[in-house]
């Protein structure tokens, strides 16, 4: 089962402008190819399909713990998406006044994802930077925990790769921090998922890291989380559960050249995170609806008598 928690796994600063073409391209993490929809649904699936988890359980508790990071990676990138798509408060809901009369939204004609915001309110949705859903036949589990392990790998290297060019196609803070935070937890996957495959076969195969070669230390949103050290972090996400993994992700094992300098750890839980940036209510897009007072009002009242 899963426990959600009402946070962001990193915060991510407010855009500097409404940006929804922007937006579009950080899509391209949500739903591309080796986008985060993409590694969620093959970790999910393998956890869910593993053989024989009791006689495999660091392996299997590594794919099932990543699974969890992965659903929240899909969390900050949506969040990332539909600040891009919102661009800055404006000080307080229903400041457009709700006026339909004219054109309040002539500019989203030509804007690259349309979908975004005629179909998603200027929202996330499960499709890549050319509004292409994403699918499942990007999933694979073939039940062979050698050759997941190395898709595994694989996929988690393809899905550095893409996030450093978006990252070289943004300009604004929101899409930086995205790219940034995950570029630095993509890293740990994919040594995590090597490290899994040394231990199995006797292949080092973490000798090919950084695969591609993404110094992290010249991207500078990366730079926080490598001081913290969450480059050496694998979270078990859970607060009794999957502690096995310390038998791959431990045992001595060094953080990887080019990177801050330390031994690897496992932590018990989930990191402390960040708040959710909270979109603004546009009455003229119908979003929460066209008079959303009466809605204000009957949710203050619901969460005051819950005390």
Not at 172 to 194: F, K, Q, W
Not at 228 to 234: F, T
């Amino acid at each position: 089962m899963f426990m959600r928690v009402d946070k962001l796994q990193a915060e991510l600063p407010p855009p500097k402008r409404q940006d929804p073409n922007a937006a579009a391209a950080l899509q391209e993490l949500l739903g591309g190819k080796y986008g985060e929809m993409s590694t969620l649904g093959n970790y999910m699936f393998q956890s869910f399909n593993f053989k024989s988890k009791s006689k495999l359980r660091p392996f299997y508790g590594l794919v099932a713990s990543i699974t969890a990071e992965e659903l929240g990676h899909v969390e900050l990138v949506s969040n990332g998406v539909a600040m891009l798509n919102n661009g800055p408060d404006k000080g307080a809901d229903g400041a457009d006044g709700g006026d339909i009369s004219k054109t309040p939204f002539e500019a989203m004609k030509d804007i690259r994802s349309f979908a975004s915001f005629a179909s998603a309110g200027g929202g996330a949705l499960p499709v890549n930077s050319n509004s292409m859903s994403w699918n499942v036949d990007m999933v694979t589990t073939t039940g062979n925990v050698v050759f997941d392990l190395l898709h595994n790998f694989h996929l988690e290297c393809g899905a550095r790769l893409h996030k450093l060019r978006v990252y070289e196609t943004l300009s604004d803070p929101t899409g930086r921090e995205v790219c940034g935070y995950l570029l630095v937890r993509g890293s740990v996957h994919a040594h995590s998922y090597a490290l899994a495959l040394k231990n199995l076969t006797g292949v080092e195969i973490e000798k090919m890291l950084p695969t591609p070669n993404i110094p992290l230390g010249n991207i500078p949103e990366c730079q926080k989380y490598l001081q913290e050290g969450s480059h050496r972090r694998l979270y078990t996400w859970s607060p009794n559960d999957y502690a096995e993994i310390g038998g791959i992700w431990g045992q001595g094992e060094q953080a990887l050249p080019g990177d801050p300098p330390g031994e690897l750890e496992v932590v018990k839980g989930m990191p402390d995170g960040g708040k959710i940036h909270q979109l603004e209510g546009i009455p003229s897009a119908f979003s929460p609806d066209y008079a959303p007072e009466e809605m204000f009002e009957i949710a203050t009242k619901l969460t005051k008598a819950m005390g």
